[in-house]
């Protein structure tokens, strides 16, 4: 290592050790809020996009597609949030060679874990669009919109880790700016492909992966320039096996919850179809967008408190893990509680940002109020999952994704046969209720373990 790497390790430990958590917190949070955020933007903006231009088919495709790809994206978040804990609980200990292979391991990980996933996505991702009763220009659509998707697996991939790394690597700023790079080219080639070009719903899956892979590139080229920390070369790219699971097992939950998501959008979207019709799934359309949303600011308080809580495991310091934790849970709870007000105030306002069809934007005001009523926790829950992850108790995270679908899915049976299509709306909600309490419990055992006082946690909530 050279002496310029040298100084930049022990400025990083310095900061970590010296400065308060509450600084600490938003040093990294902020960034990670804003790059997650102005991703929500432009997943935002595609909705906008489709909901104008193509109308609630476009919409509907969209949403059965995106279950199927899912997990896609899930093995990203899970190679990306695990060898970003795993590297800064190295660092934290100043292991800094096995931080360097962590990151060495991934790399080599991410192309090899996408090449099955873009085959079998290409040639039966219509068996998915077909599971979920999708027909006419709604399997169409969707069909074009997966397999170009798949052909782009790797940049889908590597576009969600490598900013996770690049925070974790003390460039909490480049992470957010390749985020927002990547929204603003984004919107642009959405515009391009889906108002210029007319390319429907196919053009919105190019303007996606476009975008990803403008992010892969930079975040590539990072890592193996100057500016990293710890730096990378050819001979750092290496496969372990022990370590390949070590990482996959502390992310796993993220992908778990992935899975989870696209599970249960599948049962939704085809009882959807089943209770309802096309406009009342374009509706549920919408509201993931929204939802989307949310869940991006909650997932970036999560990704911005993960360092801090890891590099203080390494260290041994508790109190730092708690406050990273209550400070967290203040931001993603009080600020969705905010939200939910507004939204339920003026569901039609935000509903015709999507679309004019006065049929979907009443299905649509309908629908915000009877699913998102226990939004905030599904932020608290996301948090709470990465914190778990940050501490590489990669069971407990687990738990959590599984959890909310053992949950779900008997309330997803049983009030749809109660009560028709309001049974579909507020099915998730009340499982969050249920879910919510046994996590509160999981953080309490765990601050216990830690001597720390739970009511302080409590309070804070």
Aim: charged share 10%; proline share 3%.
């Amino acid at each position: 290592m050279s002496a310029h790497d040298h100084a930049l390790d022990s400025d990083h430990a310095t900061s970590m050790k010296s400065q308060p958590i509450s600084k600490l917190f938003w040093r990294y949070t902020l960034p990670a809020v804003m790059g997650m955020v102005v991703q929500g933007i432009y997943t935002l903006v595609d909705g906008i996009f489709i909901g104008h231009y193509i109308g609630a088919e476009g919409l509907a495709a969209v949403n059965l597609a995106w279950p199927v790809f899912a997990g896609v994206t899930g093995l990203g978040l899970m190679l990306g949030v695990g060898a970003s804990a795993l590297f800064s609980i190295e660092r934290g200990a100043e292991r800094l060679d096995r931080a360097r292979e962590v990151l060495g391991n991934v790399f080599v990980l991410l192309p090899l874990l996408s090449i099955p996933l873009a085959l079998l996505m290409y040639n039966w991702g219509d068996n998915g669009m077909l599971l979920q009763s999708a027909t006419g220009n709604v399997l169409t659509y969707g069909t074009d919109y997966l397999q170009i998707m798949a052909i782009g697996s790797f940049v889908a991939m590597a576009g969600v880790a490598l900013p996770m790394l690049i925070r974790n690597d003390e460039h909490p700023k480049l992470a957010t700016g390749l985020m927002c790079l990547g929204a603003v080219a984004n919107i642009f080639l959405d515009w391009l492909f889906v108002v210029v070009f007319k390319q429907g719903v196919a053009g919105a899956a190019i303007a996606t992966l476009l975008s990803q892979g403008i992010i892969t590139l930079i975040g590539i080229a990072h890592f193996f320039s100057s500016r990293a920390n710890e730096r990378l070369y050819l001979r750092n790219l290496t496969l372990q096996l022990r370590l390949s699971l070590q990482t996959m097992a502390t992310g796993l939950s993220s992908l778990v919850m992935f899975l989870y998501f696209s599970f249960v959008l599948i049962i939704h979207n085809r009882l959807f179809m089943e209770y309802g019709n096309v406009t009342i799934l374009a509706a549920f359309a919408i509201i993931g967008y929204i939802q989307g949303f949310y869940y991006m600011f909650a997932e970036g308080v999560g990704h911005g408190m993960q360092p801090l809580v890891s590099y203080n495991k390494g260290a041994g310091n508790n109190k730092n893990i708690r406050d990273a934790l209550m400070l967290a849970t203040k931001v993603v709870v009080g600020s969705c509680l905010v939200a939910q007000v507004l939204l339920f105030a003026f569901p039609e306002v935000v509903a015709l940002v999507f679309t004019t069809d006065q049929a979907l934007v009443e299905a649509t005001a309908i629908g915000i109020r009877l699913h998102l009523f226990t939004m905030f926790l599904d932020g608290f829950i996301m948090v709470a999952a990465c914190y778990f992850q940050a501490l590489a108790k990669a069971h407990l995270a687990t738990f959590i994704a599984l959890g909310n679908m053992l949950v779900q899915l008997p309330l997803l049976y049983f009030l749809p046969k109660w009560i028709g299509v309001t049974g579909v709306w507020i099915s998730m909600p009340v499982s969050n209720i249920f879910l919510a309490s046994v996590v509160i419990g999981f953080i309490w055992l765990d601050l216990r373990e830690r001597k720390i006082d739970p009511e302080k946690l409590h309070q804070a909530a």
